[in-house]
């Protein structure tokens, strides 16, 4: 069966013009099913775990919470509110740690050790009885934010304008990060909850039509989702995509399936596009069927310097140290930490801060991996305008970042890049070029 | 000592493609073996030597005058033998060493060095020592030996002591097949062309090698293949044209490809990534001027051979190509 989609998926398949072909590191962790991460002593919920205004906390110093109370509310319309994954004790409300690198307020919560941790929730209003608003509300209610690595709060998405049909649903199931498996593990071991997310989302989007993509190296999700759709008589379209990076992007997703190109400064919804990651859609299946808000998600741990690698059910707010233990722990070789994959994740510093919301991998990598490679002139192959998906000259961004010349980049795009970093990972002479870019952008937007 | 740190921060991306400048050198040198081997097969040890002379002027400037590259010492990235052995390939095999020497002084010092090092030049490095020797030296540099089997025996004035022409040790010496061509009408046979056996600077000969190394560097990616198919397809078209009109008088389109340094220069030279342009649409137009303007030389020119200046009047044009034409970004 899995030959038989192999074989398809050599056809010819979709995908953008450029990119590039990183090695995958997948092998490490694609065939170990998800496990669920026991609970530990203590949790950190960030206040700030999806893009716009942090929630705003509901609970004090030595109040008492169960698994899937809420702790904080949404601070405003582009936010969400927060839960707590465990049965305990709040035992602080302050300052900690943040993925991000900065100290930000954060709720500290004690488990209960002698708690089963069984979720009780009241029931949900099934979806089916929800108008659009009633339902838009309830997704901020239940804290689902974009799983996919932005976390931008999904209600905000989903809220499509009036003047702005949905014709075509499009599930992100591509992961074309490097050593990421999370989404490859969802999508084969939870096609039911996928196809159920799907039907509530389309329902109140109307979109015409609706597909998932999912890049060629995951036939095993191909297979499992096409049955599952059969399965559930709901009609979706399952699109291989050819495995090139960053085939995951939104833009380039749309550019593989459509051939159309979102016009500049305008959202996938300006072409009647939505796009959303397949664990998103997961999570909102399980908040309507199970109750449970986001309180959970799926990470997964590996590297070189990672002793077992493993896709795990993670309660947000564990701290690192204690997941990467489960994984049982890092190698001496161990150099560098990551958050995300390695072609756009941010670096850590320790392992001392929690997983959130938007934490979908945590990378611990080898100087194999990582070497830094030597920095020579620009020789002007031109590499680098052949790897950028969005058509850019990163070798004259790069230039005009090292000279300053902020007003220049501007005028060669540079806020269009998205920062996928295939420009970097191509230039032969070891240019920092998105790297560069990025100081560019900064400095474009501080000046105005 | 301090002890490196165990854990390093930096920012994303954290992977790196195999291919590396000084790779892309080192593998541009090691493709040029063969073409050399073919020479000294042709024209014995005056190849050798010859090429030698110019390496050496290539790789003493740049050890002397060079910047410190990240590897130390700056012959380690490659570009420099590239250079010299470039040049080398362009040389007739009996011209004088002192004269190979003083020209990969040149190309590295003039071509190079003085723009600011790798990656800062506007023209190629090995043809502006190929154009100082033209100015300088006429005669020696179009004076050519023919192959005649001979392997130790030095050809022309190769030993001529520095600041002289030198005396021919042999009388030998015949025109090119391009000047034949243009002055006698009469051309030569494509299978000489394409296996080396005619008279020629030491790499332009071997057609057939060339045609593989050109082929193998495309598949390796380590050359743009637009510029060998823009420069070739112009060639070939516009000579057809001028050929239909006078089949006698003016060469064929198959000869007008394969005599002379039309594919050594489009191979090695034109394809510089330095001195040709970013974007796929300018090096369009690079490549197809590069190919008109060598055949308006060839044909309409004073001179037998236009390649060398057909290059150079296009990597002057580069950086206004890259002013001028951008790539259209996306969702524009």
């Given at each position: 069966m899995i030959g038989t989609a192999q074989n398809e998926l050599k056809d010819r398949l979709l995908t953008f013009r450029h990119g590039v072909h990183p090695e995958e590191f997948k092998e490490l962790s694609n065939h170990q099913r998800i496990e669920r991460m026991p609970f530990v002593e203590e949790y950190i919920l960030p206040l700030l775990q999806h893009i716009g205004a942090p929630s705003k906390p509901l609970v004090h110093k030595g109040q008492r919470v169960r698994r899937g109370d809420m702790v904080a509310e949404p601070g405003s319309f582009v936010s969400v509110a927060l839960h707590t994954p465990v049965d305990g004790t709040v035992t602080d409300v302050g300052l900690y740690g943040h993925p991000n690198g900065q100290m930000l307020p954060a709720i500290r919560i004690k488990a209960d050790p002698f708690s089963t941790q069984q979720l009780d929730q009241p029931p949900q209003r099934q979806p089916e009885e929800l108008s659009k608003a009633e339902f838009i509300a309830a997704i901020q209610q239940?804290?689902?934010?974009?799983?996919?690595?932005?976390?931008?709060?999904?209600?905000?998405?989903?809220?499509?304008?009036?003047?702005?049909?949905?014709?075509?649903?499009?599930?992100?199931?591509?992961?074309?990060?490097?050593?990421?498996?999370?989404d490859h593990r969802v999508m084969v071991e939870y096609a039911e909850e996928l196809i159920d997310g799907t039907r509530i989302l389309q329902r109140f989007v109307q979109a015409e039509k609706v597909s998932i993509a999912i890049e060629a190296n995951k036939p095993d999700a191909v297979i499992a989702l096409r049955e599952a759709s059969s399965r559930a008589g709901f009609p979706m379209e399952v699109v291989p995509l050819k495995v090139k990076y960053p085939q995951g992007a939104e833009k380039m997703m749309i550019s593989a399936i459509l051939g159309e190109e979102v016009p500049a400064g305008k959202l996938p919804i300006d072409v009647g596009v939505l796009v959303s990651n397949v664990g998103t859609i997961v999570a909102l299946s399980q908040y309507f069927r199970q109750s449970q808000p986001l309180v959970e998600r799926v990470i997964t741990v590996t590297g070189t310097a990672v002793r077992r690698p493993a896709n795990v059910l993670v309660p947000l707010g564990t701290p690192m140290r204690?997941?990467?233990?489960?994984?049982?722990?890092?190698?001496?070789?161990?150099t560098r930490i990551l958050l995300g994959g390695p072609m756009m994740g941010i670096v850590q510093k320790s392992l001392d801060t929690p997983v959130v919301k938007g934490t979908s991998g945590i990378l611990v990598l080898t100087e194999r991996e990582v070497q830094d490679i030597d920095t020579f002139s620009c020789i002007r192959c031109g590499r680098c305008l052949e790897a950028c998906p969005l058509f850019l000259n990163p070798a004259r961004l790069g230039l005009l970042a090292r000279k300053g010349l902020w007003d220049d980049m501007e005028d060669y795009n540079a806020l269009d890049c998205f920062e996928c970093g295939s420009c970097s990972y191509v230039c032969p002479s070891g240019i920092p070029l998105v790297q560069s870019i990025k100081i560019g952008k900064a400095m474009i937007r501080e000046r105005k | 000592m301090v002890d490196k740190p165990k854990i390093t921060i930096s920012t994303s991306p954290f992977l790196h493609d195999q291919v590396t400048t000084p790779r892309i050198m080192w593998e541009l040198a090691y493709t040029l073996v063969p073409?050399?081997?073919?020479?000294?097969?042709?024209?014995?040890?005056?190849?050798?030597?010859?090429?030698?002379?110019?390496?050496?002027?290539?790789?003493?400037?740049?050890?002397?005058?060079?910047?410190?590259?990240?590897?130390?010492?700056?012959?380690?990235?490659?570009?420099?033998?590239?250079?010299?052995?470039?040049?080398?390939?362009?040389?007739?095999?009996g011209f004088p060493l002192w004269m190979a020497f003083v020209g990969g002084v040149v190309a590295i010092g003039m071509g190079k060095l003085i723009w600011g090092g790798l990656g800062q030049n506007v023209f190629n490095p090995a043809l502006v020592g190929r154009a100082f020797l033209q100015a300088?030296?006429?005669?020696?540099?179009?004076?050519?030996?023919?192959?005649?089997?001979?392997?130790?025996?030095?050809?022309?004035?190769?030993?001529?002591?520095?600041?002289?022409?030198?005396?021919?040790?042999?009388?030998?010496?015949?025109?090119?097949?391009?000047?034949?061509?243009?002055?006698?009408?009469?051309?030569?046979?494509?299978?000489?062309?394409?296996?080396?056996?005619?008279?020629?600077?030491?790499?332009?000969?071997c057609g057939l090698l060339l045609i593989l190394a050109c082929l193998y560097l495309i598949a390796r990616r380590i050359i743009n293949w637009r510029i060998p198919a823009g420069i070739l397809a112009t060639v070939a078209v516009f000579s057809g044209i001028v050929y239909l009109f006078e089949p006698g008088r003016y060469p064929s389109p198959g000869f007008m490809?394969?005599?002379?340094?039309?594919?050594?220069?489009?191979?090695?030279?034109?394809?510089?990534?330095?001195?040709?342009?970013?974007?796929?649409?300018?090096?369009?137009?690079?490549?197809?001027?590069?190919?008109?303007?060598?055949?308006?030389?060839?044909?309409?020119?004073?001179?037998?051979?236009?390649?060398?200046?057909?290059?150079?009047?296009?990597?002057?044009?580069?950086?206004?190509?890259?002013?001028?034409?951008?790539?259209r970004v996306y969702g524009y």
């Amino acid at each position: 069966m899995i030959g038989t989609a192999q074989n398809e998926l050599k056809d010819r398949l979709l995908t953008f013009r450029h990119g590039v072909h990183p090695e995958e590191f997948k092998e490490l962790s694609n065939h170990q099913r998800i496990e669920r991460m026991p609970f530990v002593e203590e949790y950190i919920l960030p206040l700030l775990q999806h893009i716009g205004a942090p929630s705003k906390p509901l609970v004090h110093k030595g109040q008492r919470v169960r698994r899937g109370d809420m702790v904080a509310e949404p601070g405003s319309f582009v936010s969400v509110a927060l839960h707590t994954p465990v049965d305990g004790t709040v035992t602080d409300v302050g300052l900690y740690g943040h993925p991000n690198g900065q100290m930000l307020p954060a709720i500290r919560i004690k488990a209960d050790p002698f708690s089963t941790q069984q979720l009780d929730q009241p029931p949900q209003r099934q979806p089916e009885e929800l108008s659009k608003a009633e339902f838009i509300a309830a997704i901020q209610q239940a804290g689902i934010v974009g799983l996919g690595g932005a976390a931008f709060p999904a209600h905000v998405k989903f809220n499509i304008p009036e003047d702005k049909p949905c014709r075509h649903l499009m599930l992100n199931g591509c992961e074309c990060e490097p050593f990421l498996t999370c989404d490859h593990r969802v999508m084969v071991e939870y096609a039911e909850e996928l196809i159920d997310g799907t039907r509530i989302l389309q329902r109140f989007v109307q979109a015409e039509k609706v597909s998932i993509a999912i890049e060629a190296n995951k036939p095993d999700a191909v297979i499992a989702l096409r049955e599952a759709s059969s399965r559930a008589g709901f009609p979706m379209e399952v699109v291989p995509l050819k495995v090139k990076y960053p085939q995951g992007a939104e833009k380039m997703m749309i550019s593989a399936i459509l051939g159309e190109e979102v016009p500049a400064g305008k959202l996938p919804i300006d072409v009647g596009v939505l796009v959303s990651n397949v664990g998103t859609i997961v999570a909102l299946s399980q908040y309507f069927r199970q109750s449970q808000p986001l309180v959970e998600r799926v990470i997964t741990v590996t590297g070189t310097a990672v002793r077992r690698p493993a896709n795990v059910l993670v309660p947000l707010g564990t701290p690192m140290r204690d997941l990467v233990e489960f994984c049982g722990g890092v190698t001496e070789a161990a150099t560098r930490i990551l958050l995300g994959g390695p072609m756009m994740g941010i670096v850590q510093k320790s392992l001392d801060t929690p997983v959130v919301k938007g934490t979908s991998g945590i990378l611990v990598l080898t100087e194999r991996e990582v070497q830094d490679i030597d920095t020579f002139s620009c020789i002007r192959c031109g590499r680098c305008l052949e790897a950028c998906p969005l058509f850019l000259n990163p070798a004259r961004l790069g230039l005009l970042a090292r000279k300053g010349l902020w007003d220049d980049m501007e005028d060669y795009n540079a806020l269009d890049c998205f920062e996928c970093g295939s420009c970097s990972y191509v230039c032969p002479s070891g240019i920092p070029l998105v790297q560069s870019i990025k100081i560019g952008k900064a400095m474009i937007r501080e000046r105005k | 000592m301090v002890d490196k740190p165990k854990i390093t921060i930096s920012t994303s991306p954290f992977l790196h493609d195999q291919v590396t400048t000084p790779r892309i050198m080192w593998e541009l040198a090691y493709t040029l073996v063969p073409i050399l081997m073919a020479a000294v097969y042709y024209f014995g040890l005056s190849a050798l030597l010859v090429s030698a002379a110019s390496i050496a002027g290539c790789l003493v400037t740049e050890y002397y005058l060079g910047k410190k590259g990240p590897l130390g010492n700056p012959l380690r990235d490659g570009s420099a033998l590239v250079t010299g052995l470039l040049l080398a390939l362009t040389l007739p095999p009996g011209f004088p060493l002192w004269m190979a020497f003083v020209g990969g002084v040149v190309a590295i010092g003039m071509g190079k060095l003085i723009w600011g090092g790798l990656g800062q030049n506007v023209f190629n490095p090995a043809l502006v020592g190929r154009a100082f020797l033209q100015a300088a030296f006429p005669t020696a540099i179009t004076t050519w030996e023919p192959p005649d089997g001979r392997y130790l025996g030095l050809r022309g004035t190769n030993l001529a002591p520095p600041f002289y022409q030198g005396e021919p040790v042999d009388a030998l010496s015949t025109a090119t097949p391009l000047a034949e061509m243009k002055f006698n009408q009469e051309p030569a046979a494509l299978a000489d062309l394409l296996l080396g056996n005619i008279s020629g600077s030491l790499g332009e000969t071997c057609g057939l090698l060339l045609i593989l190394a050109c082929l193998y560097l495309i598949a390796r990616r380590i050359i743009n293949w637009r510029i060998p198919a823009g420069i070739l397809a112009t060639v070939a078209v516009f000579s057809g044209i001028v050929y239909l009109f006078e089949p006698g008088r003016y060469p064929s389109p198959g000869f007008m490809l394969l005599a002379g340094g039309l594919l050594l220069g489009t191979v090695y030279m034109a394809t510089d990534p330095v001195s040709s342009p970013l974007s796929p649409r300018g090096v369009w137009i690079y490549s197809i001027g590069i190919g008109l303007l060598v055949v308006l030389i060839r044909i309409w020119g004073g001179l037998p051979e236009g390649v060398m200046y057909a290059i150079l009047l296009m990597n002057a044009a580069t950086p206004l190509i890259n002013r001028f034409v951008r790539p259209r970004v996306y969702g524009y």
